[in-house]
């Protein structure tokens, strides 16, 4: 089980969540935010502190935002399990159900 960054986030990025990681499992995209499912301990310290409530436990996600648990998954069929957001920096591609999104509006 892990936890889902879902539509809210893209176009924003707040990083508040990145701080609160006690295992630094959130990755940053192009447009968005991710969280690997593999380095996620499930703490739930990310959730409370994204101001736009874009973070939800993958049973939780909103009927609207679902295909956001696969971007999540499968934006790191590539990269892996490199052990750390601080080794990667932030990436420069997202998820195609990220890219494909028209530009977001705070509060979208």
Avoid at 7 to 32: F, H, T
Avoid at 61 to 86: I, R
Wanted: glycine letters at 6%.
């Amino acid at each position: 089980m892990t936890y889902v960054i879902a539509q809210p986030c893209v176009d924003l990025k707040d990083k508040a969540c990145i701080e609160e990681c006690p295992v630094d499992c959130i990755y940053e995209g192009k447009r968005s935010l991710y969280i690997h499912p593999d380095e996620c301990v499930d703490c739930g310290a990310c959730e409370p502190v994204c101001p736009v409530e874009a973070i939800y436990y993958e049973d939780d996600v909103p009927e609207q935002w679902k295909p956001f648990y696969d971007a999540n998954v499968e934006f790191f069929s590539e990269l892996g399990s490199p052990g750390g957001a601080a080794k990667t920096g932030a990436l420069d591609y997202d998820h195609p159900t990220v890219a494909a999104l028209p530009p977001q509006a705070e509060g979208s």
